[in-house]
């Protein structure tokens, strides 16, 4: 309990309101010895003091750390879901083939090790394989499915392979840039190294 209550009022004194109202306070102070305040000094610097508490900004409440590292963990296992979904359907051999591709590269920037490390700090390439393992890829797979059930009923019109191969061209484009973007990150990394180097051995 004493504890407790001594890491209250430590806190206290290092709080802004604290600060704030000290400054005040001392600017009373400044006021008593000007002989401006006058017999009634102690509420002057009562009442700046508390001015100053008053007026002094909220503290701010740090956010909550967030390891990257676990989003790809959850990401993984919703990969891990995605390739037994995809491993159920039927497809074509082009468009099974490009899936293949795509899936492919996926897991090679999802694998753990130092390329998912560099995939980690950044929030941007997360985002952009987050939404194509747990949206662009299921549901141009079961956009494939419904429409090849109806063009089975109606046929005519471009085939539904055809619209899944494209689909699936575009993401494996987008995954391709996402990849070409870490690895510049990593060549400016190593770039900056070897300048470091070559400056030491200046110096």
Same mark, same amino acid.
């Given at each position: 309990m =004493?504890?407790?209550?001594a890491?209250?009022?430590?806190?206290?004194? +290092?709080?802004?309101?604290?600060?704030?109202g000290?400054?005040? /306070?001392?600017?009373?102070l400044a *006021?008593?010895?000007?002989?401006?305040?006058?017999?009634?000094?102690p509420?002057?610097?009562a009442?700046?003091y508390? =001015?100053g508490a008053?007026?002094?900004?909220?503290?701010r409440?740090?956010?909550?750390?967030?390891?990257?590292?676990e989003e790809?963990?959850?990401l993984r296992?919703?990969?891990?879901?995605?390739? /037994?979904?995809v491993?159920?359907?039927e497809?074509?051999?082009?468009?099974?083939?490009?899936?293949a591709?795509? *899936?492919? *590269?996926y897991?090679?920037?999802?694998?753990?090790?130092?390329?998912?490390?560099v995939?980690?700090?950044?929030?941007?390439?997360? $985002?952009?394989v987050? #939404?194509?393992? #747990? !949206?662009?890829?299921?549901?141009?797979v079961?956009?494939?499915?419904?429409?090849?059930w109806?063009s089975?009923?109606?046929?005519? /019109?471009?085939?539904?392979e055809? $619209?899944?191969?494209? &689909? *699936?061209?575009?993401l494996?484009?987008e =995954? &391709?840039?996402v990849?070409?973007?870490? $690895?510049?990150?990593?060549a400016?990394? !190593? !770039?900056?190294h070897?300048?470091?180097?070559? +400056?030491?051995?200046r110096s």
């Amino acid at each position: 309990m =004493a504890t407790s209550r001594a890491t209250g009022v430590l806190t206290y004194l +290092e709080s802004r309101k604290n600060l704030a109202g000290s400054a005040c /306070g001392v600017a009373g102070l400044a *006021l008593t010895l000007a002989g401006v305040a006058g017999a009634y000094w102690p509420l002057v610097v009562a009442g700046l003091y508390g =001015a100053g508490a008053l007026i002094a900004p909220p503290e701010r409440t740090a956010p909550p750390p967030f390891d990257p590292r676990e989003e790809l963990g959850v990401l993984r296992e919703d990969f891990g879901r995605l390739r /037994g979904y995809v491993a159920g359907v039927e497809l074509p051999s082009g468009p099974g083939e490009a899936l293949a591709e795509l *899936l492919e *590269l996926y897991g090679a920037l999802l694998e753990p090790g130092w390329v998912a490390d560099v995939l980690a700090a950044d929030p941007e390439a997360v $985002h952009t394989v987050s #939404r194509a393992v #747990r !949206q662009d890829v299921p549901e141009s797979v079961d956009a494939y499915n419904r429409t090849r059930w109806w063009s089975r009923m109606a046929p005519g /019109g471009e085939s539904p392979e055809r $619209h899944l191969e494209r &689909q *699936l061209g575009l993401l494996r484009e987008e =995954a &391709q840039r996402v990849t070409a973007g870490l $690895h510049e990150v990593e060549a400016r990394r !190593q !770039q900056t190294h070897t300048t470091y180097l070559e +400056e030491r051995g200046r110096s």
